[in-house]
């Protein structure tokens, strides 16, 4: 029989095996094409980020990133399929601002929101914009904010479809400004915008990626910005908070995950590599087309942020009711 002192002995000698190589691990990571899903359809924000990054990492990894477009259901279909991979570092996925809501807009969703996944780094993020039109009477947004205490429901604003984060902006304005205003479903920014420019509806809420063209010179303003420090795309547009509604913060944001139980190594690794590729020129300059900045959050930051957001919408999405259509 073994005394104490051995099985301790043998004990402390296993895991510093295991230690070592879970260590040689991370240092030889990616021995393999690393696969990240996209849960949109190739063309869109998310998936010329994740390609522009791709193109990032492969200098640092030796060898290019898989992009794989997996869309659906709001970004489960991807999510779900992430949940499912081995936790190895070779299947990760950039989710938008929506995926820590989806509990809440969706029925059921097939996996846990949290314990399912383990989060690496908050990548971008970019602040909707509070558009009117460019001889809006609507001079600032406490205007406009008045107008419609004046009148509920007399305002309608035009946003991107049911759920989205203009939605999602648009209605967390209203829960805290205590105003009714309609929210009106297009089927995407641009429409929206053509609306306002149109004079078919007062305002729209838009990512600025959608409206940042249209607002330097063009038939539309900007009465207000929806983060909680003013963009650098618009420096002389005041945010929300500002305007009249304090502690008002909303972004439009991207992030990596990773399934569950990854090793911490290869999530540190990670981590240092997202935030190298995130320096690189090509990304930031695509950033900086749609507005948006880089951020290179930590896990950690990255897991309490998430939760945060959980936190704060599920009041506002249950109080308008928001489910998916």
């Known amino acids: ?24 691990q991370a240092e030889n990571y990616p021995s393999k094409p690393v696969h990240i899903l996209v849960p949109y359809a190739a063309g869109g924000a998310v998936d010329v980020l994740a390609r522009t990054l791709g193109q990032a990492l492969a200098k640092t990894w030796g060898q290019q990133p898989v992009i794989d477009n997996r869309p659906g259901a709001g970004g489960i279909v991807a999510s779900q399929t992430l949940a499912q991979a081995a936790p190895d570092g070779y299947t990760l996925i950039l989710v938008a601002s929506g995926h820590p809501l989806n509990q809440f807009i969706y029925p059921s969703v097939p996996y ?40 509920p429901d007399k305002l309608s604003y035009g946003m991107s479809g049911n759920g989205t984060s203009a939605h999602l902006a648009g209605e ?26 149109a004079g078919e509806i007062p305002l729209s809420i838009n990512p600025l990626a959608e409206a940042i063209g ?21 420096p002389d547009v005041p945010t929300i908070a500002e305007a009249g509604v304090p502690g008002y913060d909303v972004s439009v944001w991207w992030g990596v995950l990773g399934p569950a139980k ?9 981590e240092t590599d997202l935030k190298t590729a995130l320096q690189d020129p090509s990304v930031l300059s695509t ?25 704060k919408w599920e009041p506002v999405l249950r109080a308008a009711n928001i489910r998916a259509q």
């Open 1 to 24: 029989m073994l005394g104490l002192s051995t099985t301790i002995g043998r004990l402390a000698v296993g895991a510093g095996v295991l230690l070592a190589a879970s260590v040689a």
């Open 112 to 151: 846990d929101t949290f314990r399912d996944f383990t989060a690496i780094t908050e990548v971008a993020s970019s602040p909707l914009a509070i558009v009117v039109a460019k001889d809006s009477p609507y001079k600032t947004l406490g205007d406009l904010l008045a107008a419609a205490r004046k009148e």
């Open 214 to 234: 249209q607002l330097e010179g063009g038939p539309v303003r900007a009465l207000a910005v929806t983060s909680a420090e003013r963009s650098k795309a618009l």
């Open 287 to 311: 950033l900086g087309k749609i507005g948006a900045a880089p951020v290179g959050s930590s896990a950690k930051d990255f897991d309490a942020y998430m939760h945060a957001e959980a936190t």
């Open 172 to 197: 967390l304005l209203k829960y805290m400004s205590g105003t009714s205003i309609v929210a009106i479903p297009y089927k995407g920014g641009a429409p929206a915008l053509t609306a306002v420019i």
């Open 262 to 270: 990854m090793p911490p190594e290869i999530v540190a690794k990670l």
